[in-house]
């Protein structure tokens, strides 16, 4: 439903850091990114939950899983392969999930990821939304940089 008409633009956005796809019989049926960055008010909330600044963090983002192929682990893997990446980079991973959307979040939150709070963002001609905004785990040994509450969202 938020997806648009060009998704081959979509998922290939020029800024992005680097993208993990998996495939099953020659076929790719999953995919995700890492970005630099989300919308302002996404990076402003994760950027003031963690006390970092953006250049500090990393976006998961563009997670998509085939629905002939999901709940087989594959978003969860695809998931952990970015964080991963982002921790190698020196980068805190976040993202952000349009709330509506029951099945990634309920993903989010079985991997241990926090929800920092709720936004409202608009994407070109398309009705606002609410996006949750998720903070992953921290690379080893990192430490936020301001205190860092859950707020039950």
Do not use: K
Not at 6 to 20: S, V, Y
Not at 37 to 51: F, I, K, N
Not at 57 to 77: D, E, K, T, W, Y
């Amino acid at each position: 439903m938020y997806l648009p008409d060009d998704l081959r633009a979509f998922i290939g956005t020029p800024d992005a850091l680097c993208a993990f796809v998996a495939g099953e019989d020659g076929e790719i049926v999953g995919h995700v990114a890492l970005n630099p960055r989300s919308s302002p008010a996404v990076m402003d909330m994760a950027c003031e939950a963690l006390g970092l600044p953006p250049q500090d963090l990393s976006v998961v983002a563009r997670l998509l899983v085939s629905p002939r192929h999901r709940r087989r682990g594959i978003g969860r893997s695809l998931l952990e392969a970015a964080a991963s990446e982002a921790h190698v980079r020196g980068l805190w991973p976040v993202l952000d999930a349009v709330s509506d959307h029951e099945a990634a979040i309920h993903l989010y939150d079985d991997c241990g990821w926090v929800r920092a709070g709720i936004v409202t963002v608009r994407w070109g001609d398309h009705p606002e939304v609410r996006e949750l905004v998720y903070l992953g785990p921290g690379p080893p040994g990192r430490a936020a940089g301001g205190e860092h509450r859950e707020t039950g969202v």
